[in-house]
T-cell receptor
Framework: AQSVSQHNHHVILSEAASLELGCNYS??????LFWYVQYPGQHLQLLLK??????LVKGIKGFEAEFIKSKFSFNLRKPSVQWSDTAEYFC????????????FGTGTRLTVIP | EADIYQTPRYLVIGTGKKITLECSQT?????MYWYQQDPGMELHLIHY???????EKGDLSSESTVSRIRTEHFPLTLESARPSHTSQYLC????????????FGPGTRLTVL
């Protein structure tokens, strides 16, 4: 079975600081990778996803993530965070075979201080 | 507008009561899911469905049951609620393709006293 590790549980940054949130997964086969975000009081929504092609993917609101297959990683980055990025961020993975169900990490809470 | 709906948003109930959490989607998706989420923990899949009359158990064992009589509707039922069922329940839907995005509802926060 797949599993996902997010090592940062709570990150606190000042506005304009750069962000990198770690995500590692365990699965030997072909995977699809996702970052979801949950803003306070809102639904979980997709930030970006990778399933093939260029390992550097760009998502909404200036976020990007890089898939490094050799490291089983899919870290999320943003060069300059804003107060409105305060949210909980979840990394998720599914395998290309089987039921295609998502496995989620425990999430990282990001607090951006104005 | 295409969306996914969950009711109620909050529910406080006594032990032993039967409850049904509602989930409906107007996305036209075949696949639907129920997740359980506790604070600081990952979302755990408890049920999913490929379409009408299809229900499957997820990775986390749950005493709840689900049904899928209509494509757009995927209710979750607890026959006898217990304090251990206190949690947030999230419903989601997607196309049945591996890289398809899952769309989530707002969740139901259940407290069993």
């Amino acid at each position: 079975a797949q599993s996902v590790s997010q090592h940062n549980h709570h990150v606190i940054l000042s506005e304009a600081a750069s962000l990198e949130l770690g995500c590692n997964y365990s699965y030997g086969g072909t995977v699809n990778l996702f970052w979801y975000v949950q803003y306070p009081g809102q639904h979980l929504q997709l930030l970006l996803k990778y399933f093939s092609g260029d390992p550097l993917v760009k998502g909404i609101k200036g976020f990007e993530a890089e898939f490094i297959k050799s490291k089983f990683s899919f870290n999320l980055r943003k060069p300059s965070v804003q107060w409105s990025d305060t949210a909980e961020y979840f990394c998720a993975v599914n395998a290309e075979t089987g039921a295609n169900n998502l496995f989620f990490g425990t999430g990282t809470r990001l607090t951006v201080i104005p | 507008e295409a969306d996914i709906y969950q009711t109620p948003r909050y529910l406080v109930i006594g032990t032993g009561k039967k409850i049904t959490l509602e989930c409906s989607q107007t996305m036209g998706h075949d696949k639907m899911y129920w997740y359980q989420q506790d604070p600081g923990m990952e979302l755990h899949l408890i049920h999913y469905s490929y379409g009408v009359n299809s229900t499957e158990k997820g990775d986390l064992s749950s005493e709840s049951t689900v049904s899928r009589i209509r494509t757009e509707h995927f209710p979750l039922t607890l026959e006898s609620a217990r304090p251990s069922h206190t949690s947030q329940y999230l419903c989601a839907s997607s196309l049945d393709r591996g890289h398809s995005e899952q769309f989530f509802g707002p969740g139901t926060r259940l407290t069993v006293l």
